[in-house]
T-cell receptor, first 110, second 113 residues
Framework: SQQGEEDPQALSIQEGENATMNCSYKTSINNLQWYRQNSGRGLVHLIL?????REKHSGRLRVTLDTSKKSSSLLITASRAADTASYFCATASGYSTLTFGKGTMLLVSP | DTAVSQTPKYLVTQMGNDKSIKCEQNLGHDTMYWYKQDSKKFLKIMFSYNNKELIINETVPNRFSPKSPDKAHLNLHINSLELGDSAVYFCASSQDAGPSKLFFGSGTQLSVL
């Protein structure tokens, strides 16, 4: 299975701090995606990074991908209480559908 | 306008009953999915339909039967519900069947008593 594994499982920080979550996977991928899930809601797509890309930005989000280490990281800068959610990485190889990890639960305290 | 909508949001039922969850997307996407999220938040794909045709059928008991009357709708019917079926079920859609980004519904929390 090339299921992504997020690390840490849970992260608690103060508003204004940066939050870093990591994802490791097992086989070669086509792309890697990050999703956010607020409590009681569906997942929302945040960012997609292709296997030939190393870094991508979207607002306060920065995603890196290291295919040699089969890992990715999601950095949220200047976090806000509204960033409190679970964050999932999802991987796909070839033309297959996405496989999700178990997520990192982020708590941002005011 | 909700892009992917599923109903009901909550479903509480007794063991042995049959229930259905409905899903509709207004994004014009070709592919729709059902995912199951367990109590540990692990999200696992169950089924995928592309233009009304079943393309992914993971190891799911045949008590679960998806039906896609058209490419905008994918319903999930569950027969003879068991305690272990309790979970949150998410419908999702994507533009095509490849590794595209997914748009999720808000989920149906199923509790089997």
């Amino acid at each position: 299975s090339q299921q992504g594994e997020e690390d840490p499982q849970a992260l608690s920080i103060q508003e204004g701090e940066n939050a870093t979550m990591n994802c490791s996977y097992k086989t070669s991928i086509n792309n890697l995606q990050w999703y956010r899930q607020n409590s009681g809601r569906g997942l929302v797509h945040l960012i997609l990074i292709r296997s030939n890309e190393r870094e991508k930005h979207s607002g306060r989000l920065r995603v890196t991908l290291d295919t040699s280490k089969k890992s990715s990281s999601l950095l949220i800068t200047a976090s806000r209480a509204a960033d409190t959610a679970s964050y999932f990485c999802a991987t796909a190889s070839g033309y297959s559908t996405l496989t999700f990890g178990k997520g990192t639960m982020l708590l941002v305290s005011p | 306008d909700t892009a992917v909508s599923q109903t009901p949001k909550y479903l509480v039922t007794q063991m042995g009953n049959d229930k259905s969850i409905k899903c509709e997307q207004n994004l014009g996407h070709d592919t729709m999915y059902w995912y199951k999220q367990d109590s540990k938040k692990f999200l696992k794909i169950m089924f995928s339909y592309n233009n009304k045709e079943l393309i992914i059928n993971e190891t799911v008991p045949n008590r679960f039967s998806p039906k896609s009357p058209d490419k905008a709708h994918l319903n999930l019917h569950i027969n003879s519900l068991e305690l272990g079926d309790s979970a949150v079920y998410f419908c999702a859609s994507s533009q095509d069947a490849g590794p595209s980004k997914l748009f999720f519904g808000s989920g149906t929390q199923l509790s089997v008593l």
